[in-house]
């Protein structure tokens, strides 16, 4: 598995990726943590590749997508550009039908919230042979519009993908907008120590150090990267 990053306190001729950086090493010295053990995810939903190229550059190597086809259409080319060791995170809301794609292309895939979905996903793994690291995610404001698993029913999806062979290594979730998300940070994290999980994906732009005093093993932090969006994504 790739670094994150070798050296937090390195200059990298990128300013914002420098200052998310310096953020996360700050916020995870006060909860005494390593910031070795903080996986950054520069989530370039929507970004070109122009976009993207600086921050390969300057030794990003884990970028997020949230669409199996957008990622297709562009990592190949710019994974072929670079030596290093890009590990490719998919953030967003899988179809079943995308499973095997999503298997083929993606190092880890967070939003696994559904037993069709752990189905699909453990089909795909057994044909392509490859073992993405996997996280289940939660509706951890129990919001009915959103993505994830209800968790009354997390312990029987762990189960299942558990027995279906998926590698499941840690939960992800996105809490409820316009709220203070430390609770549900800190409820994410209590959830993943009763269940085994050592791997916490949470955190954006807006609450990512919160995030990371509170636990968080990946953070997925797109607009302090990019700058805003050119099309507003689905959350
Ligand atoms: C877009 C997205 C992010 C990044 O959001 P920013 O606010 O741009 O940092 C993180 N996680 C998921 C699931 C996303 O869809």
């Not at 990298?12 to 200052?19: K, T």
């Given at each position: 598995m790739a670094m994150p990053f070798s050296d937090?306190?390195?200059s990298?001729?990128?300013?914002?990726?420098?200052?998310v950086r310096a953020r996360i090493a700050r916020s995870a010295a006060l909860a005494g943590r390593d910031p070795r053990g903080i996986e950054l995810i520069a989530v370039s939903k929507t970004q070109r590749a122009e976009a993207i190229a600086p921050l390969l550059a300057a030794g990003q190597a884990s970028f997020g997508e949230n669409r199996v086809q957008e990622a297709e259409a562009k990592w190949p080319a710019l994974v072929e550009?670079?030596?290093?060791?890009?590990r490719l995170h998919l953030v967003g809301q899988l179809q079943s039908n995308k499973a095997e794609a999503a298997v083929a292309l993606f190092d880890a895939i967070h939003s696994?919230?559904?037993p069709s979905l752990v189905e699909a996903l453990a089909r795909a793994v057994e044909r392509?042979?490859?073992r993405p690291d996997c996280f289940l995610q939660v509706n951890i404001g129990e919001e009915p519009q959103k993505g994830g698993c209800a968790i009354a029913a997390l312990p029987g999806l762990l189960d299942q993908a558990r027995a279906a062979g998926l590698p499941i290594i840690g939960l992800m979730a996105v809490p409820p907008l316009e709220t203070e998300a430390a609770p549900y940070f800190a409820l994410l994290a209590k959830l993943a120590r009763d269940l085994g999980l050592a791997k916490l994906s949470m955190g954006m732009?807006?609450?990512y150090e919160t995030a990371v005093m509170l636990g968080a093993t990946h953070v997925r932090v797109g607009a302090a990267l990019f700058g805003a969006r050119r099309v507003p994504a689905e959350g």
């Open positions: 937090p306190a390195a990298s001729n990128h300013p914002a990726l420098d200052d550009a670079t030596d290093a060791d890009i696994i919230d559904r392509t042979g490859r732009s807006s609450d």
